[in-house]
């Protein structure tokens, strides 16, 4: 995944750059064009969903992130291959069969009602069309953060606040196809290597964050800080950490940190 403009924080998430290895290739077996990228922080997995032909609405809880998606990519907003939409996964603002997929990353696990969002999800998407989801897997090792007995900005009040630690493989399965889905694959991403290397950036994130008085904070808060020392540090450090994440063959899909599933709307 690349840039138009300048380095997005976004974009420099492990657990999204493994994701998005899984979820990019689904694009060719989607049936149409129109594309939801349903919370989609500040954008930059919409970003490369417009640069490959797609038009995408890119649906967000947080005004300042889709503020912050507007700034990064003008020219893919300007042109309508991105389409900022404010709204709430359990009430989408889209019309019924409107999208002919859509990708929800690391969002249920945010949002109260589960089940309400699904059925949203369903709804939007036409019959046939492809949903790509994925969530904390709950079988797997707690995040360093958490063995540590730390507050992260997920027990912060807010959008980032999990409301649950995640799912397993089959619950999801099950609630898919209790809402309108036909789940035809699963896989999952983040091993023993990447959770070491992802902890370790995760508690020195939370470190820096505490020493400046924040305990809570969104995609847009860090996109602001893209230019200071510590973020181009980072993103300096950035490919080295990929690839050790890349290359964690070792664990089976049931200690996966991230579950990625692949579903049809049925009808």
């Known amino acids: 995944m690349r840039q138009t403009t300048h380095i997005s924080v976004q974009e420099l998430d492990l657990s999204l750059q493994l994701r998005a290895e899984l979820a990019l290739p689904v ?17 930059c997995f919409s970003a490369e969903l417009g640069r490959r032909g797609y038009k995408v609405l890119c649906v967000d809880v947080t005004p300042a992130n889709l503020d912050a998606l507007a700034l990064m990519y003008p020219d893919l907003v300007g042109s309508g ?18 999208l002919d997929g859509a990708f929800c990353m690391e969002v249920l696990e945010h ?8 059925e949203e999800i369903s709804r939007v998407l036409r019959p046939g069309g492809v949903l790509v989801l994925s969530v904390p897997n709950r079988a797997a090792p ?62 020195a994130h939370l470190a820096y964050r505490r020493a400046r008085g924040q305990r809570a904070w969104t995609w847009a808060d860090l996109e602001r800080e893209s230019a200071s020392l510590p973020m181009r540090l980072y993103a300096a450090v950035f490919p080295a950490l990929l690839f050790v994440a890349r290359h964690d063959g070792g664990g089976s899909l049931a200690k996966r940190s991230t579950l990625v599933l692949t579903a049809t709307r049925v009808g």
């Open 27 to 43: 694009l060719a077996k989607m049936p149409g064009k129109l594309i939801g990228d349903l919370g989609c922080g500040t954008g």
């Open 81 to 98: 291959s991105l389409t900022p939409i404010e709204g709430d996964l359990a009430a989408l603002p889209l019309e019924t069969g409107a």
């Open 111 to 118: 949002v109260e009602d589960d089940r309400t969002a699904l």
């Open 142 to 203: 707690l995040p360093l953060v958490e063995r540590l007995g730390l507050e992260s900005v997920h027990d912060q009040p807010g959008p980032e606040r999990h409301v649950r630690p995640g799912y397993d493989a089959a619950e999801l399965a099950a609630l898919l196809s209790s809402t309108g889905f036909d789940a035809i694959s699963v896989a999952g991403v983040g091993g023993p290597l990447y959770r070491a290397t992802a902890g370790l950036i995760s508690l």
